[in-house]
């Protein structure tokens, strides 16, 4: 009898031998890679993720979808910006890096410790690609002072190059902005370099923080900007040698201004139209791809650093809830989940994820397994032939195979998560929130406010708690997400074993400074609890 393979299964065998046989061997060759990520984009925003939840009209972000594989359960490991990305450029949960060094408001944030050890960049390089980041950084930067202090508003010399930037990350090459659309300062950075002159003091809509500018910035046309310059990189690459190109996209995330070209396309109104926009730079960058002979070859991934801003949509002012006065003209941003941006829910967790690669999937694939962001790492180490150090990427697991048999079981069991402070334990089916309430607390997150919560919790538990007490039921929430898609039902009353066996993965974790095998290791923040960010009066309870 003859075996006849497709060319899928041809891939899943290089695959499954990619550390061996491209070590050895430059043929087959690697794809090129490139990942474009979205900010503040929810689950249901797109056509292929939202379905009848989606009321925006993503044609090519749908066409990659048919012409690839969609995950379904793919998770970033915080529902907030910065934590996301430290956690997908270096394989690490991002609870594990200690405090950030020489840090100011906004766009002028610092670095982590030890962020720039070891990174996607760097991986990618050491297997003969050249990589390439466009788009929002917000993973810290040491900027020149005038003065020698801390970096900030009125003290940073725009005529000298950052002294730590996208360069000490890897990047053969970057064009960024330090943090994200609504940031203070708004100018680019290329190559370390700042671009233009910083002579302005310029705000914008939503938040209105207004801070130094160059002086011939304008928030509308940042979008642009930025997958045009990932056209211009495309365009310089060679078909012989493999490249990396981390498009960070600054939309929708607010201020909601999408460019002049696209304001009004949409029926649902400015938040459809900035979404719209991004839908085209995906256009873009595949047309670009097209045009430089490489698209065969190059996984495309596409994704969204968190669920939606539950303070975005129509209304340009940033505006407590205003995403539900989309959800009554039929579109739900998180599509059929709980929670925004922020918050210890799928809406603020699961993101949409695409993968798309002519030479080795199969058109119309879907994934059900558990993916986190912080697998890219181990998974681009696979496709690249790179073998991860014991002591590099200690949370990263490769997903490579899924790629080509998405029905096959993944290597991923449990995943560990955050809001903007309290733990999100994921195991199998079951998902354990570390805190009574949706995980975040301020003006613009999601209600009820988690202070009452936290009051009608403690009156309810009828006496002062104990630390231990903190981490079973009334205080933690238990779901079975294959019942309860939605988190409506809170178990951890009903399954006291199962909480107390979560607690106790999550424990490990933090204390082997990992979560793949391999020798322990020490967490940067040397600090870190269970037991995240709690309210003044509840700590004054424990110490009764």
Same mark, same amino acid.
């Given at each position: 009898?003859?075996?006849?393979?497709? $060319?899928?299964? /041809? #891939?899943?065998?290089? &695959?499954?031998?990619?550390?061996?046989?491209? +070590?050895?061997?430059? %043929?087959?060759?690697?794809?090129?890679?490139?990942?474009?990520?979205?900010?503040?984009?929810?689950?249901?925003?797109?056509?292929?993720?939202?379905?009848e939840h989606c009321k925006i009209e993503t044609p090519n972000i749908d066409a990659l979808a048919a012409g690839g594989l969609r995950f379904t359960d793919a998770h970033v490991n915080a529902s907030v910006c910065g934590p996301t990305r430290l956690a997908i450029m270096t394989g690490r949960y991002p609870w594990r890096f200690g405090?950030?060094?020489?840090?100011? $408001?906004?766009? /002028? #944030?610092?670095?982590? &410790?030890?962020?720039?050890?070891?990174?996607? +960049?760097?991986?990618? %390089?050491s297997a003969g690609y050249n990589t390439g980041y466009v788009g929002k950084w917000h993973l810290g930067t040491t900027m020149t002072t005038t003065d020698g202090k801390t970096q900030g508003p009125t003290n940073v010399d725009f005529t000298q190059p950052l002294k730590f930037g996208p360069v000490q990350f890897g990047f053969d090459?970057?064009?960024?902005?330090?943090?994200?659309?609504?940031?203070?300062?708004?100018?680019?950075?290329?190559?370390?370099?700042?671009?233009?002159?910083?002579?302005?003091?310029?705000?914008?809509?939503?938040?209105?923080?207004?801070?130094?500018?160059?002086?011939?910035?304008?928030?509308?046309?940042?979008?642009?900007?930025?997958?045009?310059?990932?056209?211009?990189?495309?365009?310089?690459?060679?078909?012989?040698?493999?490249?990396?190109?981390?498009?960070?996209?600054?939309?929708?995330?607010?201020?909601?201004?999408?460019?002049?070209?696209?304001?009004?396309?949409?029926?649902?109104?400015?938040?459809?139209?900035?979404?719209?926009?991004?839908?085209?730079?995906?256009?873009?960058?595949?047309?670009?791809?097209?045009?430089?002979?490489?698209?065969?070859?190059?996984?495309?991934?596409?994704?969204?650093?968190?669920?939606?801003?539950?303070?975005?949509?129509?209304?340009?002012?940033?505006?407590?809830?205003?995403?539900?006065?989309?959800?009554?003209?039929?579109?739900?941003?998180?599509?059929?989940?709980?929670?925004?941006?922020?918050?210890?829910?799928?809406?603020?967790?699961?993101?949409?994820?695409?993968?798309?690669?002519?030479?080795?999937?199969?058109?119309?694939?879907?994934?059900?397994?558990?993916?986190?962001?912080?697998?890219?790492?181990?998974?681009?180490?696979?496709?690249?032939?790179?073998?991860?150090?014991?002591?590099?990427?200690?949370?990263?697991?490769?997903?490579?195979?899924?790629?080509v048999m998405p029905d096959a079981a993944g290597d991923r069991k449990n995943l560990i998560m955050q809001s903007t402070g309290p733990f999100v334990v994921r195991q199998g089916d079951w998902k354990l929130c570390l805190c009574p309430h949706a995980g975040s607390s301020g003006k613009y997150d999601n209600v009820p406010n988690p202070?009452?919560?936290?009051?009608?919790?403690?009156?309810?538990?009828?006496?002062?708690?104990?630390?231990?007490?903190?981490?079973?039921?009334?205080?933690?929430?238990?779901?079975?997400?294959?019942?309860?898609?939605?988190?409506?039902?809170?178990?951890?009353?009903?399954?006291?074993?199962?909480?107390?066996?979560?607690?106790?993965?999550?424990?490990?974790?933090?204390?082997?400074?990992?979560?793949?095998?391999?020798?322990?290791?020490?967490?940067?923040?040397?600090?870190?609890?269970?037991?995240?960010?709690?309210?003044?009066?509840?700590?004054?309870?424990?110490?009764?």
């Open positions: 009898m003859r075996i006849i393979l497709s $060319p899928a299964m /041809f #891939v899943l065998l290089a &695959l499954f031998a990619a550390g061996q046989l491209w +070590a050895e061997n430059p %043929n087959p060759q690697p794809p090129n890679i490139v990942f474009i990520l979205a900010d503040d984009l929810g689950y249901g925003d797109t056509g292929c993720f939202g379905k405090k950030t060094r020489n840090s100011g $408001p906004w766009g /002028f #944030v610092g670095p982590h &410790l030890t962020t720039e050890s070891f990174t996607l +960049a760097k991986m990618l %390089n090459y970057s064009f960024i902005l330090p943090g994200s659309l609504d940031m203070y300062p708004y100018v680019y950075a290329r190559n370390n370099i700042w671009q233009g002159e910083v002579t302005a003091q310029k705000g914008w809509s939503a938040f209105n923080r207004v801070g130094p500018a160059e002086k011939d910035f304008q928030d509308h046309e940042v979008l642009e900007t930025f997958y045009t310059e990932a056209e211009g990189y495309i365009a310089k690459q060679k078909a012989s040698d493999p490249f990396f190109l981390f498009l960070a996209l600054t939309a929708p995330h607010t201020p909601t201004s999408p460019g002049v070209n696209w304001r009004g396309k949409s029926k649902l109104g400015v938040y459809g139209d900035f979404v719209m926009e991004v839908d085209h730079a995906v256009e873009r960058v595949v047309n670009a791809l097209k045009k430089q002979g490489v698209y065969e070859n190059t996984l495309i991934l596409f994704s969204s650093d968190h669920g939606a801003a539950s303070y975005a949509g129509n209304i340009l002012k940033a505006t407590p809830g205003q995403i539900h006065l989309l959800e009554k003209q039929g579109h739900y941003a998180s599509g059929p989940y709980r929670g925004y941006k922020f918050t210890v829910y799928e809406g603020g967790l699961r993101v949409p994820l695409i993968a798309h690669w002519p030479n080795a999937i199969t058109a119309g694939s879907e994934c059900n397994q558990l993916i986190g962001m912080n697998d890219l790492m181990a998974t681009f180490a696979e496709l690249s032939g790179v073998k991860i150090g014991s002591q590099q990427a200690p949370d990263s697991i490769s997903f490579a195979k899924l790629l202070d009452d919560v936290w009051q009608a919790m403690l009156k309810k538990f009828g006496k002062n708690p104990t630390w231990e007490d903190l981490n079973q039921a009334p205080f933690v929430q238990l779901f079975n997400l294959a019942e309860d898609v939605h988190e409506d039902h809170n178990l951890a009353a009903k399954h006291p074993e199962k909480v107390a066996k979560m607690v106790a993965l999550l424990r490990k974790q933090i204390a082997d400074g990992r979560s793949t095998p391999g020798p322990k290791l020490s967490n940067d923040n040397a600090g870190v609890g269970i037991n995240q960010r709690l309210p003044g009066f509840v700590k004054q309870a424990l110490q009764k």
